[in-house]
């Protein structure tokens, strides 16, 4: 089998290329692809060259842990059929490309292990449900508090906004240094960091990925509060120390989703409790990925960019 895929040959080196696909195993399922989202955090640093060594990184690749189908092909005693309408989180199944995400294609793949069912009336909003449960992820477990202020209103920060209301809590502020981002809030507050005069935060959680604004929030916090660090760093992390002895600071990080994340979060956007609606900003057809990873990048008024793959040639 062949599909059409994003290729990142190289750093901002993006195309749209044929590639062959290794044959299905037992246990896997083949998915035709409707859908694949355009992250700005780990693709940003891969198209621009600037991730740090990474566990299975290296170009060409195929990008993209996004993506939401349909599965045309189904190994027996996997539990699918065709039919099913699945989020996919990537796959390794590409040759002559690495696979360290692999969803941004046409037709994929992959173990049936790794899939989640999804509503069929998902639509694109099928393939936000990795960073939804990234977003869960984050806030879930019996020692962690819900955020009561979240650095950055894109999709991840408006995810953890939406979660922390869902969980009963109250309304988190969140900071937002670009205009344009502050509207859409739903039940919460979108603010300048330089209106904020609080300084008794008990939990921040960052989702902005800027490593330079680790000081101030140490100063935001009360004493024995919590920063957590839920976006993806490309510089390594410092802070003062003193500041962070007085207000015995606490930091944790938080990494990906788990398959338990993704069937919590599936089952919250199912039963009306989370919504995923208004966080796409942008779509465009597969054929136009070059200029849609770019735009994904560099405009801040695309806060999330979805690529159609139903009519790729």
Known sequence: MQTRAVFLNGPEDLRLDTLALKAPGDGDLVVDIAYSGISTGTEKLFWSGRMP?????????????EAAGEVVEAAPGTGFKPGDHVFVPGADCFDGAFGLFGGAAGRLVTDAGRVTRIDPGAGAEGALLALAATARHAMAGLDRAVPDLIIGHGVFGRLLARLTIAAGAPAPTVWEIEPGRRAGAEGYEVIDPADDPRRDYGAIYDASGNAAILNDLIGRIRKGGEIVLAGFYSESLSFAFPPAFMKEARFRVAAEWTR?????????????????????THRAPAEQAPDAYRMAFEDPACLKMILNWKEAA
Not at 56 to 63: E, Q
Not at 264 to 276: D, K, P, R
Request: proline share 12%.
């Open 260 to 280: 338990d994340d993704l069937a919590a979060t599936a089952a919250l956007v199912e039963n009306g409790a989370l919504s995923l609606a208004g966080l796409i």
């Open 53 to 65: 060594p990474f566990p299975g990184m290296g170009y060409p690749l195929v990008p993209g842990y």
